[in-house]
């Protein structure tokens, strides 16, 4: 009885994919909550053409939009 309800058996299993589940349903809930804060923060790029293919200054070339 101690394997089928162990941490190895069925009660592992369980806690495993509540475990797993929790985690998904978290990360995911961070990523509508970001998402939802952002989208009314638009940004512009200044001087599209001088940005590098790869170049950490390209950063300071998209400037948030303050309304």
Known sequence: MNGLFGIN??????V????????VFGLGYAAV??????????YVIENPNSIQMKSV??????Q???E
Not at 57 to 62: C, D, K, L, S, T
Request: proline share 3%.
């Open 16 to 23: 495993a994919v509540v475990l797993l589940l929790a985690i």
């Open 33 to 42: 909550i970001t998402q939802k804060a952002e989208a009314n923060n638009p």
């Open 64 to 66: 948030s939009v303050e």
């Open 9 to 14: 058996g069925l009660g592992g299993y369980i």
């Open 57 to 62: 200054e390209n950063a300071g070339h998209f």
